[in-house]
């Protein structure tokens, strides 16, 4: 199974790419759950009160937002595509620090 915990070689978990829920525009009774069924990584799920949490935010592959094309209710959302540039350029330069 290819390796998940990392994107380019750097660690995931220290890249803070994945969605936000707008609670205020969330209707998961209207839209029988789409995102959490969409998501084959279980970065969504119920969290028990009717509602959906982004539960698992480090599972989500870096620079995808498909699930946000899937919501009725334009629900989700993604840092920006600069700021995902600037997310990747800190860590890599951590990195290139510590190797050096
Ligand atoms: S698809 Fe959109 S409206 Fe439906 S549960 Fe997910 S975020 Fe909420």
Redesign the pocket.
Known sequence: MRDRSTYTGLPKNEIDWFPK?DKKK???DE?G????KFCPFGV?SHNGNGF?DVLKPYECNVGDESCRF????D??SFPKREELKEMLRKVRTKYEKKEG
Request: proline share 12%; with cysteine; glycine share 0%.
């Open positions: 829920i969330c209707r998961p839209c759950f789409i995102c959490v969504f959906v899937q919501c009725p209710y629900a989700i």
